[in-house]
């Protein structure tokens, strides 16, 4: 028996890809290559990649990625991170600088501080440091720091529960 699928069907394969395939798929259509660093894989030092980076397992040292940067639920991330954008699913400490968009899925940790133009926080994401707002986000500052001239900061800290949360 043949079956010949109707061009006006989704494509089931599609329709049942979880979302960090279609992350993935989406980050290579952006930049045409995806490095992925594997649920097995430990690394530590200087990891760089021309395109977009996924990292399932461990890494320890700095990341510079010219594409973005998405961290899957089981990662497991002590670095720096300099990219395009960055989606955190899993435990990440460190420093974030972006120039577009970083994201905080829910179940993600993010330790440490993010310099980005935009930030979005899941609710049952965790998010324990300072964001600072760049409307230019540069990820040649060396300090991580933005001055209040380039763009809004926000500074939010957790402490027992409450949030606080400063607009200059």
Avoid at 45 to 69: P, T
Avoid at 81 to 98: D, H, L, P, T, Y
Avoid at 126 to 148: E, P, V
């Amino acid at each position: 028996m043949i079956f010949k699928r109707d061009d006006d069907d989704p494509d089931p394969v599609e329709a049942t890809a979880p979302a960090t395939a279609r992350r993935e798929d989406q980050m290579a259509d952006q930049n045409g290559e995806v490095t992925i660093v594997g649920a097995g894989a430990r690394l530590e030092g200087n990891v760089m990649s021309a395109g977009s980076l996924r990292i399932d397992g461990q890494i320890k040292g700095q990341i510079n990625a010219e594409g973005d940067v998405a961290l899957s639920p089981q990662s497991e991330v002590e670095a720096d991170i300099r990219a395009q954008n960055v989606s955190v699913a899993g435990a990440f400490k460190g420093n974030i600088i972006v120039k577009g968009k970083a994201h905080l899925a829910r179940g993600g940790r993010v330790d440490g501080n993010i310099t980005s133009k935009t930030l979005v926080i899941e609710e049952g994401g965790i998010f324990h440091g300072q964001s600072i707002m760049d409307g230019g986000a540069s990820a040649s500052s060396s300090s991580g720091q933005a001055g209040a001239s380039q763009g809004a900061q926000a500074t939010a800290q957790t402490e027992k529960g409450t949030d606080q949360v400063k607009v200059p």
